[in-house]
């Protein structure tokens, strides 16, 4: 956009300085110095560099017309081409974003009970994970106990108030840094779980850990294959997940991708980005375009790739239609009061812990946009795009070249510089019709099969 404005700025001081020398030097009429000046003008105008580049985009839209990738910046299709480097995280984007439990590691307890105290606290938490405990002890029939307030942290877990203690699910280092006491037992136990490929989460209760929930959300193979054809294309590779570095390099040793970052937040995967881009790379960010908006808006292309996790339930639309745990919930102590669920019971001082707690993790906006959106395949989609993108670049390449030469010939030729060859000027009428002709040319080589 940038250099067509300057392009055409030279544009016009080019026409007007030959025909300020032919008027001057030549002699000619003023009528005759504008023509020349039209003549010029038209030579040497930017137009047929914009219609190039719009009708690559349009080339490569229309390639796309049959599959459900969404463009909503049409710029994004040209500067994919530019892009070297892609940036993706973990969780929905490599995976089935089918979660499920792989393992309950209780410590003093029952397997029962240390995931109805999980799940209990997840009762409202959004994170994939947290539905994946709280449906699995519904399923079970576990008796879940209520929550007076409950806050999740973003890459770390969640914690919430059940019975005026403080319960705790998530990361390992998250509750080491709330001097929560971890056995080694556990922590052995933890670090084999995320080598085979498994997230441990931590459940605490009070000061003490009460054991391990591993979840897992296993790497699709189609995007296996799909990653291997992004790096044959020449493009890098980098993984940017918020799980921990053990489950990290796990999924980079089994994608075959070297450069992995975990333990990321969204903030902590845009600095990643901005430091890839300050070495001169160009970044596409593949990711969640609500958990990864700051690391999608740090990249030079954003591509949103639908989580599985958001897929409209379509398989089962009638089954279980209301929970009867929730029901159970409703219910006060004695049986027949029906409590209320939106007025938790919380002391003025755990409200106002949560509220400063909550304030802090305001940061999202929900409204965002990626340039482009794959489809439901997810990332070997992009593969596809890639393609499409690249057909396009030598299409675009021949249409470069012809404008350029256009551009010099006609622009010396209206200029009057071959009258040294003895050459007539060109008029400016003749080099209208070949400008309508050389665009015409450019429309069809563009869109042609
Ligand atoms: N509600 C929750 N309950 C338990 N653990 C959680 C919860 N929310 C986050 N975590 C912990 O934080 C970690 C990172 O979560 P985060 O949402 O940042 O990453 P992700 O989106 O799951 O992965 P990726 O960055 O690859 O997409 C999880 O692996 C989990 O250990
Ligand atoms: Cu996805």
Redesign the pocket.
């Known amino acids: 956009m940038f250099s067509s404005f300057f392009h055409f700025i030279a544009s016009v001081v080019l026409a007007a300085g030959a025909a300020g020398y032919w008027y001057i030097a030549g002699g000619i009429t003023i009528e005759a110095a504008s023509e020349i000046f039209l003549g010029v003008f038209l030579a040497a105008s930017p137009l047929p560099f914009i219609v190039s580049r719009l009708l690559i985009a349009l080339r490569i839209k229309r390639r796309l017309r049959d599959s459900a990738i969404v463009c909503s910046r049409v710029g994004a299709l040209t500067e994919l081409l530019h892009v070297d480097t892609i940036a993706f995280?973990?969780?929905?984007?490599l995976t089935e974003g089918n979660v499920f439990i792989s393992a309950l590691v209780p410590e003093g307890m029952t397997q029962g009970s240390l995931l109805a105290l999980a799940a209990s606290a997840?009762r409202e938490?959004?994170?994939?994970?947290?539905h994946a405990?709280y449906d699995t002890a519904v399923q079970r029939g576990l008796h879940l106990q209520r929550h007076s307030a409950a806050r999740?942290?973003?890459?770390?877990?969640?914690e919430a108030l059940i019975a005026r203690t403080p319960v705790r699910?998530?990361?390992k280092e998250w509750l080491q840094e709330e001097n929560i006491e971890i056995s080694a037992a556990l922590l052995t136990r933890a670090d084999q779980l995320a080598t085979s490929g498994q997230?441990p989460?931590f459940v605490s209760s009070s000061k003490y850990a009460r054991g391990i929930i591993a979840v897992r959300d296993d790497i699709r193979a189609e995007v296996r294959r799909a990653l291997q054809s992004l790096k044959e294309r020449g493009l890098s590779l980098i993984l940017?997940?918020?799980?921990?570095k053990r489950l990290a390099n796990a999924t980079g040793k089994e994608l075959k991708i070297s450069e992995v970052r975990s333990d990321?937040?969204?903030a902590d995967?845009a600095r990643e980005i901005r430091l890839l881009q300050s070495r001169g790379s160009v970044v596409a960010m593949v990711?969640?375009p609500m958990?990864?908006q700051a690391a999608m808006r740090a990249a030079d292309i954003s591509i949103g790739c639908p989580s599985s996790y958001e897929k409209p339930v379509t398989d089962a639309p009638d089954e279980t239609p209301h929970d009867p745990l929730h029901e159970e919930l409703l219910r006060g102590p004695n049986g027949d009061e029906s409590a209320s669920e939106i007025e938790p019971l919380m002391s003025p001082e755990d409200a106002a812990y949560f509220e400063a707690q909550a304030l802090r993790n305001q940061g999202h906006s929900t409204n965002f946009t990626p340039d482009i959106t794959l489809d439901s395949e997810g990332l070997p989609s992009l593969v596809t795009l890639w393609d499409t993108c690249n057909a396009a670049r030598a299409r675009a390449k021949q249409n470069r070249l012809l404008s350029t030469l256009f551009l010099l010939t006609f622009t010396l030729a209206s200029a009057g510089v071959f009258t040294a060859l003895d050459a007539a000027i060109l008029p400016y009428s003749f080099v209208g019709g070949a400008l309508v002709l050389l665009l015409i040319f450019l429309i069809v080589n563009a869109l042609r099969k």
């Open positions: 995280n973990r969780n929905g984007t997840e938490a959004a994170h994939p994970y947290a405990l999740e942290t973003e890459s770390f877990g969640v699910v998530g990361k997230t989460l940017l997940t918020g799980e921990t990321l937040t969204d995967k990711g969640d958990s990864d």
